[in-house]
């Protein structure tokens, strides 16, 4: 009897092979058994695939996101992730397998599914078919991302992941080496291409269709695109076809401004949810107090959650930028500021209204070595404002009033502050939780990732505009985000000396905490910078050409792949 193999532990693993439903639902099914009811036995294979992007997701958001400048870490931890934030990579992460084995779980399951099911039998058929195909295309566009460098760096040459076919005969099995970022480009575009093709029935936002494998296509064009100083125009056309599919289909609208601070805390699926394209729906029964779910990091609700990762200085400065935020009265100027959660120190039920700064430090020869937070409680004489650091008094000098800004000459220098309030300090750093991937459905740590939503098909096709060289309509796209968060703040006008600059601003405050930063940055040709508190790298520099910006193969894959597998260089 022909088996449907499964890899149970990525490809480099055991092969598991077998028709027994009770012992492997989602794992294993006989051709036979799915020629009986072949409806329910892809819903059942599908489901496992489902299944298994639920794990992946937690490890992916941290590849995407820890490498990024949104968060800052405020001690030091022996948990591996730390390397993602640091760039201290190892080919021994203990986070690395989970990767690279979800990942080519989803891919053998996906395979099978396509290899075992003829098309055009119904359209019920063909749509679970097409589930499987975008399944597929997603992970190897996943997988060379985080192991393959950006698109626009020599993509004929530059090593990605495998792109494998497991046969029936296992029997000296050998497995091909890592193929290139333009062969797996290639591969994933082919597969959403034809999920596109064979999806015709919307379920919900928690299960593929059509539309979100043109979202996902509108966001491989634009890695595909390059940079904005010499992009590749053709590919920024298919971005901006794929994107402009997706907002003219009428299928998603763009919440209100206030229901999308309540963003987090909608169900993916629910009716109300009109701008999630695809999400992997996770649910109550997955999260415990201390589980490392995504955003048990970001914030502790209720008990629940570690709480050790903050919004980074420079996130927080891109959110006042247009005027103050006031967290304590929930009077936000930007909207995406309502995600953040400041943690406020009460003296007798009171708020105190403190100053609060960022200092450089520096080493005794006078080289900077970081930054620190300063706070200290103000006092109000008349007119004049001073604050307490340490054992002196300082007086504030207004830079913008009206928006909490003050000024400070403290230890030589003149800082920037703001007028707000006492905080919480964990190691020296204030507590500015984010409850962006918390709170789903008011249950604290719930939260589905988010894979795909409109408000990124409106900055698709501005950045697509851009790179070819419409300025007029890649402003009306970008207004078009901005001014939900920051309504009658559109920009005045978007040209080759500032476009650049302001999508990938909206692009950072808009796509925060959802996985997209770390890689955002160097696709287009950035360099990391980051230059603000935070136990980890509080001054760094990652230029995008460093071998520093993908991760290591995990050892493990490479000792147990029947074949070659070659490492990314270390330097």
Partial sequence: MKKLYIIALGVAASLLNGCDIERLPNGSYSAETIQKDKAEALDILLNGCYAQLRSATDVMHRTGEYPGDNIMKQNATTNNFSQYMSYKHTATNNHLPGVWSNGYKIIAQASNIIKMTEEGESAEIDQKLGEAYFMRGMMYFYLCRIFGRPYYQSPETNLAVPIVDIPDNLDGLVLPDRSTVKEVYEQAVADLRKGEELMSIYKSAIYASKYSAQALLAKMYAYMS?????????????????????????????????????????????KSQVETIFAVKRMDAEISNYNPVIGSMYASIQDVGWGEMYASQKYLDLLNETGYNDWSKDHFVDAR???????????????????????????????????????????????????????????????????KKYSIEYEGKTY???????MVLNNGY????????????GIPQLHSPIVSRLAEMYLLCAEAAVKNGNYELAKTNLNIVRERSLPDRGYASLDASNAKERIMKERQLELAYEADRGFDVYRVGGTMVRRYPGFYNSILEIEP??????????????????GTLTQNPLE
């Fill in 337 to 403: 500021a309502a995600f953040i959660h400041p943690q406020y120190v009460l003296q007798n039920g009171e708020l105190v209204r403190t100053f609060r700064f960022v200092n450089e430090v520096y080493d005794k020869n006078g080289k900077l070595t970081g930054y620190a937070y300063k706070q200290g409680k103000i006092t109000e004489q008349g007119t004049v404002l001073t604050t307490r650091i340490g054992e002196k008094t300082y007086e504030l000098t207004p830079v913008d009033a009206v928006n």
């Fill in 416 to 422: 920037v502050g703001l007028d707000d309030y006492l």
């Fill in 226 to 270: 390059g940079t904005y100083e010499n992009p590749n125009k053709t590919y920024a056309d298919s971005s901006y076809y794929y994107a402009n599919e997706v907002i003219e289909s009428g299928k998603f609208s763009l919440l209100s401004r206030d229901v999308f601070m309540t963003y987090n805390q909608m169900t993916p699926d629910s």
């Fill in 430 to 441: 204030p507590e500015f939780y984010c409850y962006k991937c918390s709170l789903e459905d």
């Fill in 545 to 562: 050409t460093s071998p520093l910006v993908i991760q290591l193969i995990p050892q493990s894959e490479i000792n147990a792949y029947p």
